[in-house]
């Protein structure tokens, strides 16, 4: 019998080592667990980072280059107004050069046209005194 209640103390100590392994195990496995946790946390962070900064480099990316495109866009749409400008001044100028040629032409015609119509007056007024003198003559 009394290897019966050294067999029964023997299985109990077996047991309670089978427990304690057991909880350590347990322990140790949620201790792991936790720690992998954390870690997988840790790199889906640093992850979610690194594509949060990703797009923002992308975008920044994107924004100049929007930007050097509306500035060649607006460049462009400046260089054109200019020439426009420029032909449309030119343009006018020689409109104004051809209106003052014939300005002059038209004044130059004007003033023949006003010694001949005192030419014509001066004849007109030899022709009447002539006229009155043959009148005046019996």
């Not at 667990?33 to 949060?52: D, L, M, V, W």
């Not at 020439?83 to 020689?94: A, H, N, P, Q």
Request: zero cysteines.
């Amino acid at each position: 019998m009394a290897e019966t209640g050294n067999k029964s103390k023997n299985e109990y100590e077996m047991n309670a080592i089978a427990y304690i392994v057991a909880g350590v195990a347990l322990v140790a496995g949620i201790a792991i667990g936790f720690f992998i946790s954390r870690f997988q946390a840790g790199r889906t962070e640093i992850e979610n980072r690194e594509k949060a900064v990703k797009i923002l480099m992308e975008a920044r990316e994107q924004a100049r280059a929007v930007e050097l495109q509306a500035k060649d866009s607006a460049l462009k749409i400046t260089q054109t107004a200019e020439g426009d400008i420029t032909r449309l001044r030119s343009d006018l100028l020689k409109e104004d050069e051809r209106l003052q040629h014939r300005r002059s032409e038209l004044d130059s015609r004007m003033e023949k046209l006003e010694q001949r119509e005192q030419a014509v007056n001066k004849r007109q007024s030899a022709v009447d005194k002539r006229l009155n003198d043959i009148e005046k003559t019996p």
